[in-house]
């Protein structure tokens, strides 16, 4: 059985500040990790994701996440937030093995950013 | 390239009404999925298809049926609607597991409300 946890399930930040959204996970195999971004009234958009190499991952916008084997942990940061950033973002799994693809999700971590 | 649509966007129905939604990806995707979301709950997999004239259940499959007679699209079906399933309704779908891990995209949603 997979599991993804995210603590908070609501981050309130200012404007310029940095953020660090968190998820750690469960899993008896190997696994592919995403980060989701789900903007107010729409769908989920890919934000970034780890396959394999080096294990921190950076997105077109500025996040990147850092895949801890270990820790069992893919938290998600950025160093400047942007008003723009507001949305919901959701952690995710998917096992390595072929003929298992299917994503489990955590319950989604709510950024609000303050002016 | 349209991506992922969804059909219709919002919808209320009655207790015991039945209604299909569609889902369309013009991507030439194996994979489809339906989810719905939840306040609180994140995603959770209701059905799935590894190809066309293929379905399986996934995390909560009970009220619903699919099909997938084409492989570009994917029906949702409720035969007989509870306001237990008011939920927002997405389809996802994605390739076969390889370079890509299992990156899946995402239409914009359906709103349905059951009285």
């Known amino acids: 059985a997979q599991s993804v946890t995210q603590l908070d399930s609501q981050v309130p930040v200012f404007e310029e500040a940095p953020v660090e959204l968190r998820c750690n996970y469960s899993s008896s195999v190997s696994v592919y990790l995403f980060w989701y971004v789900q903007y107010p009234n729409q769908g989920l958009q890919l934000l970034l994701k780890y396959l394999s190499g080096s294990t921190l991952v950076e997105s077109i916008n500025g996040f990147e996440a850092e895949f801890n084997k270990s820790q069992t942990s893919f938290h998600l940061r950025k160093p400047s937030v942007h008003i723009s950033d507001t949305a919901e973002y959701f952690c995710?799994?998917?096992?390595?093995?072929?003929?298992?693809?299917?994503?489990?999700f955590g319950t989604g971590t709510r950024l609000t950013i303050i002016p | 390239n349209a991506g992922v649509t969804q059909t219709p966007k919002f919808r209320v129905l009655k207790t015991g009404q039945s209604m299909t939604l569609l889902c369309a990806q013009d991507?030439?995707?194996?994979?489809m999925y339906w989810y719905r979301q939840d306040p609180g709950m994140g995603l959770r997999l209701i059905h799935y298809?590894?190809?066309?004239?293929?379905?399986a259940k996934g995390e909560v499959p009970d009220g619903y049926n699919v099909s997938r007679l084409k492989k570009q699209n994917f029906l949702l079906g409720l035969e007989s609607a509870a306001p237990s399933q008011t939920s927002v309704y997405f389809c996802?779908?994605?390739?076969?597991?390889?370079?890509?891990?299992?990156?899946?995209?995402f239409g914009p949603g359906t709103r349905l409300t059951v009285l």
């Open positions: 996802a779908s994605s390739y076969l597991q390889g370079a890509q891990g299992n990156t899946q995209y």
């Open positions: 298809s590894v190809g066309e004239g293929t379905t």
């Open positions: 991507m030439n995707h194996e994979y």
């Open positions: 995710a799994i998917s096992p390595v093995d072929f003929g298992n693809e299917k994503l489990t």
